[in-house]
């Protein structure tokens, strides 16, 4: 393995010096490979210890199809990604009781996940050494929330505590750490509660000595309200995670480009660190399919990385290898966003910013 240290000043380096580009939907992508229950339990999973339905938990494909994971971040950098995540969005161990795994089977999930991106991401900077490619380990959303009741009629209620959320977000960080990424990603927070558990875990494993990593923190505006789920509007959110630190701050998921757009100017106003956005291929149809065509995504956010608000993009649900090459061509040669200086003031958030100079 390439050494690690070294990759990741690459990433800083090379972040000042272009626009950086994620890729593009996983969960699609397994879907058109047309894959049985058969690849999603192999040899791995039996019917006897795990019952149910496995077939649509595309994390485990980390053990039992690695070879369909490692396609998909070769079609990611091949359209020209310089970040491709690790296939691990839902792996914790909360989130994998659904499906009855081990925590074990959850660590293991993540170690694969990330020796299959980091493995990809040093194949192609040997291949393209100008342009150095880097491994996201996917942190994503749970199942359950801190900040919101489980039950209408109980305001209190709760499926989970916050020592619940913080120890499974510490054991799948560690199971990435380990694995050989070179950042994190939380994503597609609909939570903060919840994110604010992950960056906890990772502050203290850190603290413990576990090597430090780059943070991507991507929030949800989950509709035209301009909030996420739980409830924060950008500056808020932005406010209630700075104190982390992060690489980049973003959003993805839940809106498409056009309806993204004054999220991530915003964002773009009051974040003292790079800004990031994969916004989905538009709005769903009936069908819950994605029509926008990769020309159209790559002509909203060409339109972003003109008006300079931007420092990396990709694509969310609906987007495809196709997608990333044609926002590829429309970012390419533009400068990223120059990040802002605040000056120092309490800076304080409930579900509005509050700032105290």
Same mark, same amino acid.
């Given at each position: 393995?390439?050494?690690? *240290?070294?990759?990741?000043?690459?990433?800083?380096?090379?972040?000042?010096?272009?626009? /950086?580009?994620?890729?593009?939907?996983?969960?699609?992508?397994?879907?058109?490979?047309?894959?049985?229950?058969?690849?999603? &339990?192999?040899?791995?999973?039996?019917?006897?210890?795990?019952?149910?339905?496995?077939?649509?938990?595309?994390?485990?494909?980390?053990?039992?199809?690695?070879?369909? !994971?490692?396609?998909?971040?070769?079609?990611?950098? *091949?359209?020209?990604?310089?970040?491709?995540?690790? $296939?691990?969005?839902?792996?914790?161990?909360?989130?994998?009781?659904?499906?009855?795994?081990?925590?074990?089977?959850?660590?293991?999930?993540?170690?694969?996940?990330?020796?299959?991106?980091?493995?990809?991401?040093?194949?192609?900077?040997?291949?393209?050494?100008?342009?150095?490619?880097?491994?996201?380990?996917?942190?994503?959303? /749970?199942?359950?929330?801190?900040?919101?009741?489980?039950?209408?009629?109980?305001? #209190?209620?709760?499926?989970?505590?916050?020592?619940?959320?913080?120890?499974?977000?510490?054991?799948?960080?560690?199971?990435?750490?380990?694995? #050989?990424?070179?950042?994190?990603?939380?994503?597609?927070?609909?939570?903060?509660? $919840?994110?604010?558990?992950?960056?906890?875990?990772?502050? *203290?494993?850190?603290?413990?000595?576990? *090597? !430090?990593?780059?943070?991507?923190?991507? #929030?949800?505006?989950?509709? @035209?309200?301009? @909030?996420?789920?739980?409830?924060?509007?950008?500056?808020?959110?932005?406010?209630? !995670? &700075?104190?982390?630190?992060?690489?980049?701050? #973003?959003?993805?998921?839940?809106?498409?480009?056009?309806?993204?757009?004054?999220?991530?100017?915003?964002?773009? &106003?009051?974040?003292?660190?790079? !800004?990031?956005?994969?916004?989905?291929?538009?709005?769903?149809?009936?069908?819950?399919?994605?029509?926008?065509?990769?020309?159209?995504?790559?002509?909203?956010?060409?339109?972003?990385?003109?008006?300079?608000?931007? $420092?990396?993009?990709?694509?969310?649900?609906?987007?495809?290898?196709?997608?990333?090459?044609?926002?590829?061509?429309?970012?390419?040669?533009?400068?990223?966003?120059?990040?802002?200086?605040?000056?120092?003031?309490? @800076?304080?958030?409930?579900?509005?910013?509050?700032?105290?100079?």
């Amino acid at each position: 393995m390439h050494d690690r *240290d070294a990759r990741i000043a690459e990433l800083y380096a090379a972040s000042k010096e272009r626009i /950086l580009l994620l890729d593009g939907a996983w969960g699609v992508m397994l879907q058109k490979m047309g894959l049985g229950e058969e690849d999603y &339990r192999n040899e791995h999973f039996n019917a006897d210890t795990y019952p149910g339905q496995m077939k649509g938990n595309n994390d485990i494909l980390c053990l039992t199809r690695p070879d369909c !994971v490692t396609q998909l971040h070769d079609a990611y950098y *091949d359209a020209g990604a310089d970040i491709s995540e690790t $296939n691990t969005f839902s792996a914790t161990s909360i989130a994998m009781d659904d499906y009855n795994l081990t925590l074990k089977d959850v660590i293991d999930i993540n170690h694969a996940g990330a020796r299959l991106a980091r493995a990809a991401a040093d194949k192609w900077t040997e291949k393209t050494p100008d342009k150095p490619r880097f491994a996201a380990g996917s942190i994503g959303p /749970l199942n359950k929330m801190l900040s919101m009741s489980s039950d209408v009629n109980d305001p #209190g209620a709760r499926e989970v505590v916050f020592d619940q959320v913080y120890q499974a977000y510490r054991e799948q960080l560690k199971a990435l750490n380990e694995g #050989g990424v070179h950042m994190y990603l939380i994503e597609t927070i609909t939570d903060t509660l $919840n994110c604010k558990a992950a960056i906890k875990a990772k502050m *203290d494993l850190e603290a413990e000595g576990m *090597d !430090v990593l780059p943070l991507w923190i991507s #929030g949800t505006i989950t509709d @035209r309200s301009g @909030r996420t789920l739980s409830g924060q509007n950008v500056e808020a959110f932005w406010n209630s !995670v &700075r104190h982390a630190k992060p690489f980049a701050i #973003g959003f993805n998921c839940a809106l498409g480009a056009e309806l993204m757009r004054p999220h991530i100017a915003a964002a773009s &106003r009051v974040a003292d660190t790079l !800004v990031a956005a994969f916004p989905n291929a538009g709005l769903p149809n009936e069908m819950g399919e994605y029509d926008e065509k990769p020309h159209e995504t790559a002509g909203e956010l060409g339109k972003w990385a003109e008006e300079g608000i931007v $420092n990396i993009l990709g694509g969310c649900c609906g987007t495809t290898p196709d997608h990333i090459r044609a926002i590829a061509a429309a970012i390419e040669g533009l400068p990223p966003r120059t990040p802002i200086t605040n000056e120092s003031a309490m @800076r304080l958030a409930g579900l509005e910013p509050f700032e105290m100079a």
